[in-house]
C-alpha cells in the first residue's frame, strides 16, 4: 500500500497565536453568559418574592407572620402584635438579606423561592425554616 502526502504550496505550520485570540474570546463569551444567566435568576428572584406572604407552618411563632415586599425594594414584616418592621431588601446568592435604617445587615438564606412557596431559614430569631404561601387576597401593586 502506498501512501501519498500532498501539501499545498506556501503553507505554514500553525502556531499557537492563532488560536490565542478565538481562546481568549471563547473565554471572554463564556463570562458573559454566566454573568448574565446570574443577573436573569437574581431579577427572577425579584420578580417571585414581590407581593405579600403569609406563614404556613405550625411553628407558634408570633414574629414576621406576613411580609410584604415592594418593588422599591423594601420590606414591612409582620407579627401577630401591632409591631410592624420596616427594611430594605437585596437578595444575593440565594440570600435574603434586610438593611436597617442603620445600615446594619440581617441576611438569611432562601431554601426555596417559587411562585407561590417562600422558605426561608433563620429569620432574625426564628430558627428553623419558615414557610411562607403568597397570599391570595393581596390587591396592593407592588
Request: proline share 2%; hydrophobic share 40%; net charge neutral.
Amino acid at each position: 500500500m502506498r501512501v501519498i502526502i500532498l501539501r499545498r504550496k506556501n503553507c505554514k505550520p500553525h502556531t499557537d497565536s492563532q488560536y490565542k485570540i478565538p481562546f481568549k474570546a471563547l473565554l471572554i463569551l463564556s463570562f458573559l453568559v454566566i454573568v448574565n444567566s446570574s443577573l436573569f435568576a437574581q431579577n427572577n428572584s425579584y420578580e417571585k418574592i414581590l407581593g405579600k406572604w403569609e406563614i404556613s407552618n405550625e411553628t407558634g411563632t408570633i414574629n414576621y407572620v406576613i411580609l410584604h415586599f415592594n418593588s422599591d425594594s423594601t420590606a414591612i414584616l409582620s407579627s401577630y402584635g401591632d409591631t410592624l418592621f420596616r427594611y430594605s431588601y437585596l437578595i444575593m446568592d440565594d440570600k435574603l438579606n434586610f438593611i436597617s435604617m442603620n445600615n446594619l445587615v440581617f441576611s438569611c438564606p432562601i431554601i426555596l423561592l417559587s411562585d407561590n412557596e417562600l422558605i426561608l431559614r433563620d429569620l432574625f430569631e426564628n430558627k428553623g425554616d419558615q414557610i411562607y404561601k403568597k397570599a391570595e387576597n393581596d390587591v396592593n401593586n407592588y
